[in-house]
């Protein structure tokens, strides 16, 4: 879905298109896409900036960091882009550098397909997580704590009160 700059009508492009993506093509490895990336984006160009402005859609499955087990994960996203032409990023310090949302275009194209999964990429978490406070699985049963304690930790519980029982009639 490549876009020329030089071909965009004056009141701009619309467009609402679904980007058939695939999982390795996002940063998040173990994500499986329950539905197409849905994109609506408007391209409008005033001199020589191009606004691409809209928002992204989709419904993904990702792989808990904590206790592994698969979470869905939905995106609504909107962003607000500008797209300098190349030849101004040698200028880029003098621009607001930091502007995560200053973009620039190169051979007169932006490809939206690329837009698109950049936009995606930005909204994933940096450790997926299905729950804030997912209590993940037990380091020595790989048993799911989530779903309840695991032998081991009522085990330890209870030796360590045998032993403490036994201390206490030491002191005696
Ligand atoms: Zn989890
Ligand atoms: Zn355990």
Redesign the pocket.
Known sequence: MIVDIDRLPREGLKISKDFELLHDEIIEEDAVFLLPLHADITVKKVGEEVYVKGKIQTLLSFV?S????P?EFPVDSAFDLVYLPEELEMAKEELDSDDLNISFYYSRKIDLREVALEQLNLTFPVKP???ED?Q?ICPVCGKNI?SGDCACVTKDSDSRMEKLKIFMKDER
């Open positions: 808990c904590r206790c592994l087990v979470f997580l299905c729950s997912c993940g989530n």
